[in-house]
């Protein structure tokens, strides 16, 4: 299967801070999804970004399908961003994810 | 519902017993997914429904998991003869049919205690 690895594992900013966590994958995928699982379990849906670049508010994501790897931005951040971030990239459908060990965020006041 | 609902939320039980955990998914998606997370770790696939049948139960660790989902809606993920090492979040997610397909919603998890 697809080995997944992100970095950092650990991650601890102050808030208003700018950050970048990096999803590196073994494999040539046309499917990658970033989650963000919050301190209560839910786990929400980011970013569906096999390839390109996306931009939701002051969170961006970028996949080179090509150089097997992705990267998910997250600026100003605020202590609500706080949580595990989880790259899952995959071939063909959903339930052929594969989910990295996961970012431990977490954003200081 | 508005959103994947899963009950209970969370589920204590003695080693030996057995267990059933529901899933309800968002109305409308097809398809419908299990997956386990333990302690410091990524979620891990057990199984995949498209409409009524299992379509993938590759995941699932051996037969003591089993899973339903008679009606195309609901769905019940049943552990038999539970374990300490079946302890986990179990969570569900379900997807809509065409080009929403391949993005899951997850809901909030059934975490499982196994003393």
């Known amino acids: 299967g697809i080995q997944v690895e992100q970095s950092p594992p650990d991650l601890i900013l102050q808030e208003g801070a700018n950050s970048t966590l990096r999803c590196n994958f073994s494999?040539?995928?046309?499917?990658l999804q970033w989650f963000h699982q919050n301190p209560w379990g839910q786990l929400i849906n980011l970013f569906y970004?096999?390839?390109g670049t996306k931009q939701n508010g002051r969170l961006s994501a970028t996949t080179v399908a090509t150089e097997r790897y992705s990267l998910l931005y997250i600026s100003s951040s605020q202590t609500t961003d706080s949580g595990v971030y989880f790259c899952a990239p995959g071939k063909g459908s959903a339930r052929q994810l594969t989910f990295g060990s996961g970012t431990q965020l977490t954003v200081l006041p | 519902g508005a959103g994947v609902s899963q009950t209970p939320s969370n589920k204590v039980t003695e080693k030996g017993k057995y267990v059933e955990l529901r899933c309800d998914p968002i109305?409308?998606?097809?398809?419908l997914y299990w997956y386990r997370q333990s302690l410091g770790q990524g979620p891990e696939f057990l199984i995949y429904f498209q409409g009524t049948g299992a379509a993938d139960d590759s995941g699932l660790p051996n037969d003591r998991f089993f899973a339903v989902r008679p009606e195309g809606s609901v769905s019940t993920l049943k552990i038999q003869r539970t374990e300490r090492g079946d302890s986990a979040m179990y969570l569900c997610?379900?997807?809509?049919?065409?080009?929403?397909?391949?993005?899951?919603?997850f809901g909030a998890g059934s975490r499982l205690t196994v003393l």
């Open positions: 970004i096999p390839s």
């Open positions: 997610a379900s997807s809509p049919g065409g080009a929403g397909a391949n993005v899951l919603t």
């Open positions: 109305s409308g998606h097809t398809a």
């Open positions: 494999d040539s995928v046309n499917n």
